[in-house]
């Protein structure tokens, strides 16, 4: 489980460097452009989970059919997904340009907000929503290679992505050399085209060499029955994906009426989370392909084995980690805020980052739970659980802190740390019930698939 599970913590380090990459050199280019970028992330990562679940759908399937033995299912199943989910890239894009500006209006934000941030916010948007195919085509490489026990050949891949992303930058942001100065644009073209990078390399691995799934061409024509399997499993994941977006969008919503300090210092404090959040995302990843695999050999004392040593691990590393946040909370903000003018910003990020760090812990023992679930194809309980944690507590109890209660801007702290605590409690008890355990694929689903069974 942990050779499967550190390439996928590097994967989402190289992930998060997009983000970091575009906030640390926005950071030294203006606080409102980290603070447009605080807007536009929430909307954009709505859209784009739409396409996440259906991705997270196909790994699970190939998990548990490879498991089983069926491995010309789990073939079959990688090309459905990816045509599939190419699919689905092309129309959120479509939508994606289209509401941006719509979805933006709906934000409650004061004048100075308004004025100075939101076209900031719509700019990066829209170049990024012309990108979403390559977005998503990487998305499927990285799920398809996981599903097949291959974490490493997409961390090779995201290494070269992540490489051009920083070179490019710098150039496209502050106008360097022949390139014009685009600020939040420029920010959002580098990532579009690094993505693109990674997007033709990866299908360069899947269909030019011998790793990964052997996807054959009739693979590539839907069929009612395989894509019936991950609508039925990629559906939740995306309801849970994109209602905990839209939750961050309504979490946007509320920290917009305050300070663009406050909203700077929100934005900021997320992406340190996010790369807090690091270990335990890859070990969660790691653990639904162990899960999968393990239940489709008929093995769920293995299954379960490997979901309990994983939150172990994530509970040593996550209070680490806390402790690390909690005491040099200062350092580790000013790294992004570099410019003149970023004081306030910077002493609300302070703030944030101690009061955030009790929730490390939480935080990372519900991702492996859900992945333990997702694992063994209940997407449906991984996504209640999920939206529970965010609609049920974290969302009631900024507004009830930050207003109700008159506690501002360490009511958004606080809550925060709540909506983590109690999704973990619930999940935990869950879990204890036992009932996650049965594997979604079964012999008589392999023998009715198309194509050749796994004796074939």
């Known amino acids: 489980m942990v050779a499967l599970a550190w390439p996928m913590v590097v994967i989402q380090l190289l992930q998060v460097a997009y983000n970091v990459a575009d906030t640390a050199f926005l950071g030294a ?36 059919y490879s498991g089983a033995g069926a491995d010309r299912d789990a073939d079959r199943i990688a090309g459905q997904t990816l045509v599939f989910v190419t699919l689905v890239a092309v129309a959120v894009g479509a939508i994606g340009y289209v509401v941006t500006d719509p979805m933006l209006a709906l934000l409650p934000a004061d004048a100075a907000t308004q004025e100075r941030i939101v076209p900031m916010a719509s700019a990066y948007m829209r170049v990024f929503f012309l990108g979403t195919p390559f977005l998503f085509g990487f998305f499927v490489f990285v799920s398809l290679m996981r599903g097949y026990g291959d974490t490493r050949t997409p961390m090779r891949v995201m ?17 360097i050399g022949p390139f014009p100065a685009l600020d939040v644009q420029g920010a959002a073209l580098a990532t579009v085209f690094s993505r693109f990078v990674a997007t033709v390399l990866g299908l360069y691995v899947l269909f030019g060499t011998g790793a990964g799934p052997d996807i054959r061409r009739e693979d590539l024509t839907l069929n009612r029955s395989d894509v019936g399997d991950i609508v039925r499993l990629g559906v939740p994941s995306a309801v849970e994906q994109s209602a905990s977006s839209l939750a961050f969008i309504a979490l946007t919503a509320i920290v917009v009426t305050f300070s663009p300090p406050v909203v700077a210092a929100y934005g900021l404090g997320n992406r340190i989370v996010s790369l807090v959040f690091l270990p335990a995302l890859g070990l969660s990843q790691a653990v639904d392909t162990v899960v999968g695999k393990n239940l489709g050999a008929e093995r ?11 939150m172990a691990v994530t509970a040593g590393v996550m209070a680490l980690l806390t402790a690390v946040v909690f005491l040099v909370p200062a350092p ?27 929730m490390f812990v939480p935080m990372g023992v519900l991702q492996i739970l859900l992945g333990t679930f997702r694992g063994a194809g209940n997407t449906k309980t991984a996504m209640l659980f999920s939206v529970a944690t965010l609609w049920v507590v974290r969302v009631p109890a900024t507004y009830l802190l930050a207003f109700t209660l008159g506690w501002a801007e360490d009511g958004i702290w606080l809550a925060v740390v709540l909506g983590d605590v109690v999704g973990c409690l619930l999940a935990l008890a869950w879990y204890g019930r036992g009932t996650w355990s049965e594997k979604y694929v079964d012999e008589t689903a392999i023998e009715a698939g198309s ?3 796994a004796d074939e």
């Open 29 to 64: 280019y203006s606080a409102d452009a980290v603070a447009a970028l605080s807007l536009a992330f929430p909307i954009v990562f709505f859209l784009i989970s739409i396409g996440g679940g259906f991705t997270a759908a196909g790994a699970i399937l190939i998990a548990q």
């Open 159 to 175: 290494v070269v992505s992540v490489a051009v992303n920083v070179a490019l930058d710098p150039l496209l942001i502050f106008g």
């Open 300 to 310: 769920p004392d293995r299954a379960e084995r490997g979901s309990r040593l994983a």
């Open 332 to 358: 580790i903000a000013g790294v992004f805020l570099t410019a003149e003018g970023t004081a306030d910003a910077l002493a609300y990020s302070v703030e944030y980052l101690q009061i955030a760090a009790f």
């Open 451 to 453: 194509g050749p069974t």
